[in-house]
């Protein structure tokens, strides 16, 4: 057994140094010595493969594969076989046995989505391709043998998800007029889930997350006694505000100033940078005074709102600078205890954002107000400067007595257990 072992060694060796005469003539010894070695038999398959003797491969391969019934590598590696061969069905039939063996066995995935796909069956090879690229994980987790096919497979993917999404789209639309707004994108964003487009958008605070609210994208100026109030007074706040953008902006700030040794992740261009900077009113609860005195109209139309109120967390208030052609990658807030406001005061065109799957466009004078604990983006696309008043308010659907839970709750956690 000791000799055969080595001899086994041995055909290995020369097969993966490229010795493929030698290979093909150990395992011919092996196999002498051992008739039932499945390896050997295998691997005899694989050098006819290689001739392009197809048939006797075929042979090969199925004995080695009633020596080694549980190895759907084996029946995968038959269906090739019987594919060269002219086997059509037979094919098929190896490449459903390795699933049934096997259901998450990657390359028979692929394997009978690019069978379907050259069968013309379109919309299942789809299917099984998304499959595929589900069950490969992220794409640095990918196989390097098998990335081509599942650069193929996602690509395939993408093209059907969107063709199945304009088709839903086009089912739904004469039906979305007589909605409102939030009601209509919520449709489209369903259609969107269905189509494997994309998925849903869950919320995701990086503080305090409290559950049983609801993820919504953005929520309706109407719910907001003062909301109407505050935009009446854009006028006013927009003075101040370029009164602060005065003397070159000295007052402005990077938003993003990570200390060293902090994680950057998606901040690395952004850190320390003043493409997006701010003029800060309030952070964390605490005012800034000196920036407050010289914006006293802002300051009186923010106290006039509801804002937010957690200790070491809440209020925030700011005017947001963001450079031209510069983008805020995607990210998530602190908590779904407060909603975020933006008063857009200077918005040139091609400036856009983005709140889980809805996409909105800033107008002077009209509030965006959205949950940021659903992952949003920011898009200056301009040769402008975009500014906007950015602020939290309390979640509507919480009731007043759970905002006294919410300020109990975070103090509690920052004062930590004792001993």
Same mark, same amino acid.
């Given at each position: 057994?000791?000799?055969?072992?080595?001899?086994?060694?041995?055909?290995?060796?020369?097969?993966?140094?490229?010795?493929?005469?030698?290979?093909?003539?150990?395992?011919?010894?092996?196999?002498?010595?051992?008739?039932?070695?499945?390896?050997?038999?295998?691997?005899?398959?694989?050098?006819?493969?290689?001739?392009?003797?197809?048939?006797?491969?075929?042979?090969?391969?199925?004995?080695?594969?009633?020596?080694?019934?549980?190895?759907?590598?084996?029946?995968?590696?038959?269906?090739?076989?019987?594919?060269?061969?002219?086997?059509?069905?037979?094919?098929? +039939? *190896?490449?459903?046995? $390795?699933?049934?063996?096997? /259901? !998450?066995?990657?390359? %028979?995935?692929?394997?009978?989505?690019? &069978? #379907?796909?050259?069968?013309?069956?379109?919309?299942?090879?789809?299917?099984?391709?998304?499959?595929?690229?589900?069950?490969?994980?992220?794409?640095?987790?990918?196989?390097?043998?098998?990335?081509?096919?599942?650069?193929?497979?996602?690509?395939?993917?993408?093209?059907?998800?969107?063709?199945?999404?304009?088709?839903?789209?086009?089912?739904?639309?004469?039906?979305?007029?007589?909605?409102?707004?939030?009601?209509?994108?919520?449709?489209?964003? +369903? *259609?969107?889930?269905? $189509?494997?487009?994309?998925? /849903? !958008?869950?919320?995701? %605070?990086?503080?305090?997350?409290?559950? &049983? #609210?609801?993820?919504?994208?953005?929520?309706?100026?109407?719910?907001?006694?003062?909301?109407?109030?505050?935009?009446?007074?854009?006028?006013?706040?927009?003075?101040?505000?370029?009164?602060?953008?005065?003397?070159?902006?000295?007052?402005?700030?990077?938003?993003?100033?990570?200390?060293?040794?902090?994680?950057?992740?998606?901040?690395?261009?952004?850190?320390?940078?003043?493409?997006?900077?701010?003029?800060?009113?309030?952070?964390?609860?605490?005012?800034?005074?000196?920036?407050?005195?010289?914006?006293?109209?802002?300051?009186?139309?923010?106290?006039?709102?509801?804002?937010?109120?957690?200790?070491?967390?809440?209020?925030?208030?700011?005017?947001?600078?963001?450079?031209?052609?510069?983008?805020?990658?995607?990210?998530?807030?602190?908590?779904?205890?407060?909603?975020?406001?933006?008063?857009?005061?200077?918005?040139?065109?091609?400036?856009?954002?983005?709140?889980?799957?809805?996409?909105?466009?800033?107008?002077?004078?009209?509030?965006?107000?959205?949950?940021?604990?659903?992952?949003?983006?920011?898009?200056?696309?301009?040769?402008?400067?975009?500014?906007?008043?950015?602020?939290?308010?309390?979640?509507?659907?919480?009731?007043?007595?759970?905002?006294?839970?919410?300020?109990?709750?975070?103090?509690?956690?920052?004062?930590?257990?004792?001993?």
């Amino acid at each position: 057994m000791d000799d055969l072992s080595t001899l086994i060694g041995q055909a290995e060796v020369a097969v993966n140094t490229g010795q493929w005469a030698l290979g093909e003539k150990l395992w011919q010894e092996v196999r002498r010595r051992d008739p039932y070695n499945a390896k050997a038999i295998f691997s005899l398959g694989i050098h006819a493969m290689q001739r392009r003797a197809f048939r006797d491969a075929c042979t090969l391969i199925e004995e080695a594969q009633a020596l080694s019934p549980h190895d759907p590598f084996i029946l995968l590696t038959l269906s090739k076989a019987r594919r060269e061969a002219g086997d059509a069905d037979g094919e098929g +039939a *190896a490449i459903e046995h $390795a699933l049934a063996l096997d /259901p !998450y066995f990657l390359p %028979a995935l692929l394997a009978k989505a690019q &069978r #379907l796909e050259r069968l013309g069956h379109k919309t299942t090879a789809a299917l099984f391709f998304r499959n595929a690229v589900k069950v490969a994980g992220p794409e640095t987790a990918w196989p390097a043998v098998l990335r081509g096919q599942l650069l193929h497979a996602r690509s395939v993917s993408h093209d059907f998800a969107r063709e199945t999404y304009a088709h839903l789209s086009d089912a739904i639309s004469p039906l979305l007029p007589s909605l409102a707004r939030e009601q209509a994108e919520r449709w489209r964003e +369903a *259609a969107s889930i269905m $189509a494997g487009q994309t998925e /849903p !958008y869950r919320q995701h %605070a990086n503080q305090f997350y409290i559950p &049983r #609210l609801p993820a919504i994208p953005f929520y309706p100026r109407e719910l907001f006694p003062w909301a109407k109030e505050l935009e009446s007074k854009t006028s006013l706040i927009r003075e101040e505000l370029r009164a602060a953008l005065a003397d070159e902006k000295k007052d402005f700030s990077p938003y993003i100033a990570l200390r060293p040794g902090q994680p950057v992740d998606q901040w690395r261009d952004l850190n320390n940078s003043a493409r997006w900077s701010h003029y800060g009113l309030w952070r964390n609860g605490r005012p800034d005074e000196a920036h407050l005195k010289r914006c006293p109209e802002t300051r009186k139309a923010l106290e006039a709102v509801d804002m937010a109120s957690i200790g070491g967390l809440c209020p925030n208030a700011m005017f947001s600078a963001l450079a031209p052609h510069t983008e805020i990658p995607p990210h998530t807030g602190e908590t779904n205890a407060r909603l975020v406001v933006h008063l857009p005061l200077i918005v040139p065109d091609k400036c856009t954002y983005r709140v889980g799957f809805e996409h909105r466009t800033w107008k002077e004078g009209e509030l965006l107000i959205f949950d940021d604990t659903i992952e949003h983006t920011a898009r200056n696309d301009s040769d402008e400067l975009r500014v906007v008043l950015i602020f939290d308010v309390w979640n509507p659907l919480l009731a007043a007595e759970e905002r006294e839970l919410v300020r109990a709750l975070a103090a509690a956690n920052r004062s930590g257990l004792s001993g």
